[in-house]
């Protein structure tokens, strides 16, 4: 069975760090394109940041370009997402998920019902 996990969220004042980790078991992520989506209470899913399989295509949302940076260990099976200057307005709950998909901005915009999330990993972030 696919899955995700999700990993490395936290509370963490105004303009700090968090690493997240997307890690798959049960496959290889090496023929996926992968994206971080986050969803704030009481707020649709949207669209953070995706990467082609190969790691040479990146998409980012307008809000976090510059702030965030997604990369891949394909030999870890692991995808990372490190958010840097955090805002409050960053403060969701995270998920990722894998597609095999050529385009990682469709990726990231294009937010199919039937798409598989993991639990997801929660970001606070305090003023």
């Known amino acids: 069975q696919l899955q995700l996990v999700e990993s490395g969220g936290g509370l963490v004042q105004r303009g700090g760090s968090l690493r997240l980790s997307c890690a798959a078991s049960?496959?290889?992520?090496?023929?996926?394109?992968i994206g971080w989506f986050r969803q704030a209470p009481g707020q649709g899913r949207e669209g953070v940041s995706c990467?082609?399989?190969?790691?040479?295509?990146?998409y980012y949302a307008d809000s976090v370009k510059g702030r965030f940076t997604i990369s891949r260990d394909n030999a870890k099976n692991i995808v990372y997402l490190q958010m840097n200057s955090l805002k409050p307005e960053d403060t969701a709950t995270y998920y990722c998920?894998?597609?095999?998909?050529?385009?990682?901005?469709?990726?990231?915009?294009?937010?199919?019902?039937?798409?598989?999330w993991g639990q997801g990993t929660q970001v606070i972030v305090s003023s």
């Open positions: 049960g496959f290889t992520l090496d023929d996926y394109a």
């Open positions: 990467i082609g399989a190969s790691g040479g295509s990146t």
């Open positions: 998920a894998a597609e095999r998909l050529s385009s990682v901005r469709a990726m990231c915009i294009v937010i199919p019902r039937t798409r598989s």
